[in-house]
């Protein structure tokens, strides 16, 4: 895992702890998510217990707190 992605995760975990949703529209967390596929960015995001938004036009990416997405990942771990 790169070291932008490794600040990416460790952002998006620290904002999703107080607040509903993470924004992220900085062109560097950009490029460090666009680095993966789509496919891969939402794998991320599960085992995470979050759930994953792209907006049209590719300029933000969203991040929310997925109960099922926790609960499918703790499932695995069982």
Same mark, same amino acid.
């Given at each position: 895992?790169?070291?932008?992605?490794?600040?990416?995760?460790?952002?998006?975990?620290r904002?999703?702890?107080?607040?509903?949703?993470?924004?992220?529209?900085?062109?560097?967390?950009?490029?460090?998510?666009?680095?993966?596929?789509?496919?891969?960015?939402? @794998? !991320?995001?599960? +085992?995470? $217990?979050w %759930?994953?938004?792209?907006?049209?036009?590719?300029?933000?990416? @969203? !991040?929310?707190? +997925?109960? $099922?997405? %926790?609960?499918?990942?703790?499932?695995?771990?069982?």
């Amino acid at each position: 895992m790169s070291p932008n992605l490794i600040a990416v995760e460790n952002k998006i975990a620290r904002v999703l702890s107080t607040k509903p949703q993470c924004f992220i529209t900085h062109p560097t967390e950009l490029a460090a998510l666009k680095s993966m596929s789509a496919d891969e960015i939402e @794998e !991320f995001a599960l +085992d995470h $217990g979050w %759930r994953v938004v792209f907006r049209l036009g590719g300029r933000q990416i @969203e !991040f929310y707190n +997925d109960a $099922g997405a %926790r609960d499918l990942a703790t499932a695995e771990f069982e």
